[in-house]
């Protein structure tokens, strides 16, 4: 658990017993789902490794991204349900092979109580998260599609580091709450102006960087 250590270490040494004691460490393949809406939640995740795509879905099948989290966060949405004690309101998504310690949502109150630096830790989560709530909200209201569509490129790079997007027009379109065919147009003119190359299944987003 050294990756843990190094990741959390600026947590109480006390709860980090704690957690290594009752926490499930657990891998999710690309593309696995950890959450889905109306799920009741039992168990909340730290991120050791990978990212995860947190999103909400429209009745029609469309997505709205709303954050993303990577090694060493916790998903601001999942601890609001379990402090409710409400189902998720929420999609939580392996982006690429991920891997998570699952705890058992009754410590939630207790270590909020118990430990300072848990509970700050919890509360610039939040602030992290309502920041990113933000700025999605801004982006809907106030960019066009084809500054949405270099954005989405640009704040995954931010997260993970990646140049690079496996996966359809389609998948893009629900993301970004459009359709294939303007999702195809805008990519197409990326490419035309060498910002993107564009291959079946497959985007390499380096010129946008």
């Not at 290594?20 to 490794?49: C, D, M, W, Y």
């Not at 270590?111 to 982006?139: C, G, H, S």
Request: aromatic share 10%; charged share 25%; glycine share 4%.
């Amino acid at each position: 658990m050294e990756d843990f250590y190094a990741q959390y270490n600026f947590l109480e040494p006390e709860l980090l017993e704690e957690i290594l004691q009752i926490a499930v460490r657990k891998k999710f393949n690309q593309h696995e789902t950890l959450i889905r809406e109306g799920q009741f939640i039992s168990s909340f995740p730290l991120v050791l490794k990978g990212l995860i795509r947190v999103s909400r879905t429209s009745e029609a099948g469309n997505e709205l991204l709303l954050y993303y989290l990577q090694a060493h966060e916790v998903c601001a949405m999942s601890l609001t349900c379990c402090m409710a004690r409400q189902t998720s309101e929420v999609n939580a998504v392996a982006e690429e092979e991920t891997v998570v310690l699952l705890i058992p949502v009754e410590m939630l109150d207790a270590w909020t109580t118990k430990y300072p630096l848990w509970k700050q830790y919890v509360m610039q989560t939040f602030q992290n998260r309502f920041r990113e709530l933000i700025n999605t909200l801004d982006a809907v209201a106030f960019l066009k599609l084809d500054e949405r569509l270099v954005k989405y490129f640009v704040d995954r790079h931010n997260k993970s580091g990646e140049h690079t997007f496996s996966g359809t027009h389609q998948d893009l379109a629900l993301q970004l709450n459009s359709s294939r065919e303007v999702i195809s147009r805008l990519l197409k003119k990326l490419e035309n102006e060498g910002k993107v190359s564009l291959s079946r299944n497959f985007i390499d987003f380096s010129g946008l960087l």
